[in-house]
């Protein structure tokens, strides 16, 4: 009996344990949980351009003209004359009624913007109220500034209220209104003008001469030949150019004297191109003179003296001069006269 519970021990025990672990229910491992799935990353969605506001409506740009045009009606006298300022400076016609009225304001300084503007815009309507301002208005720079004016107009018709104007006065009135009876070439106030040589006012003297250089007035070059002697030397030298322009050779002897070394430089080298104008070559000594002089007014006119009286050998003294010149502006100047004279020869050698 104990072999037999040794057998059951030994054989029957290990296979009914067996039979055990194979019956009972397994226990395995709990299993892995599936990581969960990361949700999936929404891209953004696109952000909508932003729609661009409405432009404003903006306001139609004010028109400077208009702002002017009303503001010459201002109860402010300072801004009316800052308009008539404007309009005149615009250069717009339109503007020429306004200034008209403008012209009978009771303040003499928008009258006197009002006289300028019309000047500018050259609007010949306003010349008899320009005239007529320039003989009666009360104001001397109201006065002054429609003899201005006047010389933009260019109207012959107010060559009477000008010349009567060089009674003026004001010496300032007097200057501008002989000034645009010289620019308007006033034939008619010729023998006023010869008259104007005997002033006391060495200004009005000049100016005079001036304007009888513009007119080309035969009539008046005796006067000016005496002119050359007056005491003041700007008058002298006013006479010796106008003399050029006049061309008469009937005072050639008195310029001839002016070119003596003992004359003012300019005074020599003015009277050497007025005789050159009328086809004199008595001033080219001075010319060479001159031709190097540091004073550039002074040389420049000599080298016009070259350029209109010179010859062959005057070519070649300005080939010399050209050559030696460092200073290109020097070069310049010697470069014109240089070809001027070369046109000059070429001429003379056709006749």
Request: aromatic share 4%; hydrophobic share 45%.
């Amino acid at each position: 009996m104990k072999k037999i519970s040794l057998f059951v021990t030994l054989f029957i025990a290990p296979a009914l344990l067996l039979c055990a672990q194979t019956t009972a229910p397994k226990t395995s491992k709990p299993p892995l949980k599936k990581a969960a799935a990361k949700p999936a990353v929404k891209k953004a969605a696109p952000v909508p351009a932003a729609k661009p506001e409405p432009a404003a409506v903006s306001a139609p740009a004010a028109d400077p003209l208009a702002e002017s045009l009303e503001k010459i009606k201002s109860t402010d006298r300072e801004e009316r004359r800052k308009a008539a300022d404007y309009i005149g400076q615009s250069r717009n016609p339109k503007g020429a009624p306004a200034l008209m009225a403008a012209l009978s304001d009771d303040a003499p300084r928008v009258r006197q913007s009002a006289a300028d503007a019309l000047g500018m815009l050259t609007w010949r309507e306003a010349s008899p109220k320009l005239s007529d301002m320039l003989i009666n208005d009360g104001d001397a720079g109201v006065r002054q500034q429609a003899a201005i004016s006047l010389s933009y107009i260019m109207d012959q018709a107010a060559g009477p209220a000008l010349v009567k104007a060089l009674k003026d006065t004001a010496p300032s009135v007097r200057y501008a209104a002989l000034h645009t009876l010289a620019v308007m070439k006033y034939s008619a106030a010729e023998g006023e003008m010869i008259g104007l040589l005997s002033s006391g006012d060495s200004n009005m003297r000049r100016g005079a001469i001036s304007a009888l250089g513009q007119l080309q007035s035969k009539k008046a070059a005796g006067p000016l030949a005496a002119a050359m002697k007056d005491s003041d030397q700007y008058v002298r030298l006013e006479a010796v150019k106008a003399l050029g322009s006049i061309g008469d050779t009937s005072s050639a002897g008195e310029l001839i004297k002016l070119l003596a070394p003992g004359e003012n430089a300019q005074l020599r080298v003015e009277a050497a191109y007025s005789l050159a104008k009328m086809d004199m070559n008595d001033g080219l000594p001075v010319a060479y003179e001159y031709a190097k002089s540091a004073d550039l007014s002074v040389r420049s006119q000599a080298l016009n003296v070259l350029a209109l009286a010179g010859d062959a050998r005057t070519l070649q003294f300005i080939e010399e001069l050209y050559t030696a010149e460092q200073d290109p502006a020097g070069k310049g100047m010697l470069d014109f006269t240089r070809q001027r004279l070369m046109l000059r020869i070429k001429t003379l050698q056709k006749k």
